[in-house]
């Protein structure tokens, strides 16, 4: 999640929230059915789709992203990483479009951000738009945590790549870029 542009919407998706916090079961799951795999003797095949396949290899790149989560210097659940995600989208959104992005009520959602502001992570003001409203703004160290964050998730990323064929990784990457062009969705706007 680089600092690109992401498709307007903010629905963040709840199977990706699911799939970050449980990261380290999935990655465990795949070790296992590949283990299953060898001792029947079909090495590299599965019972099952291509998504059950997808979602099983997909668990590696989980388990990088939330070893970089956990790894912060400030540690934060996944809920309170997606909250800041979702401010760094669509800065100065309103503490109710927040609760929408997250599918949560909005008491949990200003139970959420006040562990935010109190964590130096995130900044309430009067919304520029309506001064009922409350605005969100990330601050320095907000910004700050996640750009570390991605610096650690691309360097574990990296060890990992170097390890692979070039065309084992070209392959991926025109898989990945396929995916995201057809899914004409971000990691943000899955549920929409």
């Given at each position: 999640?680089?600092?690109?542009?992401?498709?307007?919407?903010?629905r963040l998706s709840r199977s990706v929230a699911s799939a970050q916090s449980a990261a380290v079961e999935a990655s465990s799951h795949?070790?296992?059915?590949?283990r299953s795999a060898r001792?029947?003797?079909?090495?590299?095949e599965r019972d099952g789709s291509d998504a059950e396949a997808v979602d099983e290899a997909a668990a590696?790149?989980?388990?990088?992203?939330?070893?970089?989560?956990?790894?912060g210097h400030t540690r934060l659940s996944s809920s309170q990483l997606q909250a800041l995600l979702a401010v760094e989208q669509d800065e100065g959104l309103n503490l109710g479009a927040l609760a929408d992005t997250m599918g949560m009520i909005l008491s949990s959602?200003?139970?959420l951000c006040d562990?935010?502001?109190?964590?130096?992570?995130?900044e309430r003001g009067v919304s520029a738009v309506d001064r009922r409203e409350v605005s969100l703004t990330l601050t320095r160290s907000g910004r700050?945590?996640?750009?570390?964050?991605r610096a650690d998730r691309r360097e574990r990323l990296d060890r990992v790549l170097r390890h692979m064929a070039p065309a084992a990784r070209a392959a991926l990457l025109r898989g990945l870029r396929e995916f995201a062009r057809v899914s004409g969705k971000s990691a943000l706007d899955l549920t929409a």
């Open positions: 999640m680089a600092t690109t542009s992401v498709p307007s919407g903010r795949a070790s296992g059915s590949a001792r029947s003797g079909v090495a590299g590696s790149l989980f388990a990088i992203f939330e070893a970089a989560r956990e790894q959602a200003s139970r562990r935010l502001v109190a964590a130096g992570m995130l700050d945590l996640l750009a570390n964050l």
